[in-house]
């Protein structure tokens, strides 16, 4: 170790200063993926690293009594491009990290893991990494999984929006724009008009779901006395219901299709990424976690509140919401209001206002999981809300 002293010096605070210092991009988290490795393997932990070949991924287990049931925890660690750790999520490494820790020292039997999640914000080639360990049944032997994350309020069952994040290039025919524009085939005609398109069909959507389109126009030619050969538009298609979104993914490739025929040129669609799910809200689990945070004399919404209120985001924490009863907390570190992702989030992710809601976060999440090893009918309660949601 380096200036940061020796694995048994790093508590839950100094871990989430150093995460927050090395500032690592998503899928490129090497060292901080390396620290968070060593502290759980300081702990007992049996790691598997790179998990399913991810090369910043990891899973940890430790196994306590009889080994049942099992608990696992969430851990994020990439920064954003060129801010750093505006999003807080060198909080949400501690806070997993040290609430796994922090159960094993409360429980007298379970099984509690930790996977070591990259690339959330999406930016590299493992964009939402949580989405490829549920596809990959990566789940199916945890019971419940728990995680956090930072924000300008404590909160549960904060619903999300499902997202496709997808890429369209229209392909024309060049031609001088003066001397032969008859020849031309405009494929910035075709990025325009399915752009215009794509905003008429807002007014004729349902009204009862979140919906939410935005997209850019990427490339549009490379002079003006050339018809543009070539055309990118990217776009993010976003609903706050998983069946309607896919509705409006094929009315999507509907105007691309039309715009194409309309100017011409031909046209290809690619996936950016996989499809964000919605979160799927675990009532009693929200109810049981609210119930932690007020006893610590900590303010949280009721859940209903919360749950009226429009998704705002999207995460690859909701997939993992679909295939086992999950939830993932928010905790407050800055004040009501404040901008995310900005240099105010940047800051606040390493104040002493973080320092004691991440203390109360993983207290919080390790009583939460003890009460899931003890309480039979706490379990059966979540389950039952599972299968009924
Ligand atoms: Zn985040």
Known sequence: MTSSGSIEEIDFWKLALKIHDLSEIGGKEFESSKLLINILKFHGFKVTERFLNIPTAFKAEKIIGNGKPSVAFLAEYDALPGIGHACGHNLIASSAIFSAIRTTEKISNGTITVFGTPDEEGSGE??????????????????????????DRWDVGDQTLAVQDLEVTFVGRAAHEAANPNIGRSALDAAVLSYNAVNMMRQH??????????????EGGTASNVTPERAVLTYGIRSSDLEYHKELVTRFMKIVEGCSIATETTFSVKKIGPLFS??????????????????RGINC??????????????????????????????????????????????????????????FNVIEVLSDTAKEFTENKRFREDIIEDFKSS
């Open 126 to 151: 493992w964009a939402g990494s949580k989405i490829i360990m549920a596809n990959a049944k990566a789940f199916k032997d945890i019971d419940l999984v728990l995680g956090s994350h930072p924000g």
């Open 205 to 218: 959507v349902r009204r009862d779901v979140n919906f939410v389109m935005h997209g850019i126009i990427k």
């Open 278 to 295: 919605t979160t799927k809200i675990n009532r009693t689990l929200s109810n049981k976690v609210r119930d932690n945070i007020l006893r």
């Open 301 to 358: 919404p009721a859940l209903e509140e919360t749950y009226s209120q429009m998704p705002k985001g999207s995460t690859d924490f909701a997939n993992v919401s679909q295939v086992v009863p999950a939830l993932e907390v928010s905790f407050q570190v800055a004040p009501e209001g404040t901008p995310w992702h900005s240099r105010q989030s940047l800051e606040a992710a390493k104040t002493q206002r973080a320092r004691e809601a991440l």
